[in-house]
C-alpha cells in the first residue's frame, strides 16, 4: 500500500506516522508513504498557496494550482488504481466499512487542507471521494491523513501480529470492547471481578461477551441496532440488563 499526502504540512505527518504500527509498516515496506507539499508547486515569489474568497467573507481559500499539480506529481509514482480522497468536514463518515473497502486500492492520495477550505473545482476535477473523520472541528486535513493512515495500515496483512489479527475478524465484531484489568487485584476498594482470577476460560469468554454486550447496549445503541445477535448473545445482554437492578 502506498499512500501519498498533499499536506502544507508535511513535516508533520511524517512525525507522527514514524511511530507504532504505521512506523513499523513503513520500516518494513508494506506501506510507502510520500509527502507532496503545494508549495513546492508554486511559481511567485511568496510562493503563494492561498487567496480571498470570492463573495467575501472570512479566512483564505487554498487556491486550484498548486493542489493540482502537487497531485500530478503525486500520481506519477501510482500504479493502476489510484484514489484520490479529499479530507473534509462535508465528507462522507470515515467507517471501518469504508476503511477495509479503501484497504484494497493499491495507491491513496489523502488531500489535507488549511484555512477555510480548498477551491470546489479541484474536488470536482482532480478528487475521486471526500472523507470525514467526525462531527468535530479540527484545524486542517493533516490529523485525518494520519487516522485514515494509521486505521487503513492495521488492515494490511502482515501488520499486526497473529493476537491482534485474530481479534480484529473476532465474534465481538460491531461491539464495544469489554473491561480491562492487571495486577493489582485491589486498587482503593475495587477489587478485579472474580471470574477474570479463575482459570475457567469458557466463563471468562462469556462474561467478556456479556460486558462487550451490555456496554454496546448502554452507550452505543445505535451499533447494537445494525448487528444480528446470536440466541447466545441475546440470553447475555439479557443476563446483563437484570442484573444492573
Ligand atoms: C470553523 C471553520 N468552519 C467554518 C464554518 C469550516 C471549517 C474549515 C476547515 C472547519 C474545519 C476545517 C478544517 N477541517 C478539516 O480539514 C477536516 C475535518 C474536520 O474538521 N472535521 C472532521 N473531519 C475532517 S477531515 C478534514
Known sequence: M?????????????????????????????????????RDYT??????????????????????QPLHDAVIAAKQEGTESTKV??????????????????SKTSHIILIAGRYEGIDERFVELDCDDEWSIGDYVISGGELAALVVIDAVTRLL???LGDEDSAQQDSHSDGLLDCP??????????RLVPEVLMGGNHKDIERWRMKQALG??????????????????QENLLKEFIVELV
Open 2 to 38: 502506498r499512500f501519498g499526502v498533499v499536506t502544507l504540512f508535511p513535516e508533520m505527518v511524517a512525525a507522527a506516522a514514524a511511530y507504532g504500527v504505521t512506523g513499523r509498516a513503513i520500516e518494513r515496506n508494506i506501506v510507502g508513504l510520500s509527502l507532496w507539499n503545494p
Open 215 to 232: 456496554r454496546t447496549w448502554q452507550r452505543r445503541p445505535d451499533l447494537l441496532k445494525r448487528k444480528n445477535l446470536s440466541a447466545e
Open 157 to 159: 496483512p502482515g501488520v
Open 43 to 64: 511559481s511567485d515569489r511568496h510562493r503563494t498557496v492561498d487567496d480571498r474568497p470570492y463573495g467575501g467573507g472570512p479566512g483564505m481559500v487554498m487556491k486550484y
Open 85 to 102: 480522497v479529499y479530507l473534509s468536514p462535508q465528507g462522507k463518515p470515515v467507517t471501518q466499512a469504508l476503511l477495509a473497502d479503501a
Open 180 to 189: 480491562h484489568y492487571t495486577r493489582p487485584e485491589q486498587i482503593a476498594e
